[in-house]
């Protein structure tokens, strides 16, 4: 599966954006659909994580009741709505794909190119 994330971009501290991941080149309802961010210096982490389906979710502590991750499985898309963001949300933001539920980024399989967010005090 190729991926694609896009909707990344510079925002003030209290903001919202919204991050898509599209998909291609295979069943998108296979996969199970995460979002890690890396800030400079700093470890990849997890965001989000969502089933196949799109019931079952995942979040880190950091973004809980802030972020929503969603997926649209006839558009071969997840999104990941950012609220209330704050300086320390600035990072590269990655979608990845993998057949099983996990939520650490090693064990994911396939990565989009990531997307930068910025968000200013």
């Known amino acids: 599966v190729q991926l694609q994330a896009s909707g990344g971009g510079l925002v003030q501290a209290g903001g919202s954006l919204r991050l898509s991941c599209a998909a291609s080149?295979?069943?998108?309802?296979?996969?199970?659909i995460a979002w890690f961010r890396q800030a400079p210096g700093k470890e990849r982490e997890v965001v989000a994580v969502?089933?196949?389906?799109?019931?079952?979710?995942y979040y880190g502590d950091s973004v809980k009741g802030r972020f929503t991750i969603s997926r649209d499985n006839a558009r071969n898309t997840a999104y990941l709505q950012m609220n209330s963001l704050k300086p320390e949300d600035t990072a590269v933001y990655y979608c990845?794909?993998?057949?099983?539920?996990?939520?650490?980024?090693?064990?994911?399989?396939?990565w989009g190119q990531g997307t930068l967010v910025t968000v200013s005090s």
């Open positions: 080149g295979t069943t998108f309802s296979s996969y199970i």
């Open positions: 969502i089933n196949r389906s799109g019931v079952g979710t």
């Open positions: 990845a794909a993998d057949e099983t539920w996990t939520i650490t980024a090693t064990s994911y399989d396939y």
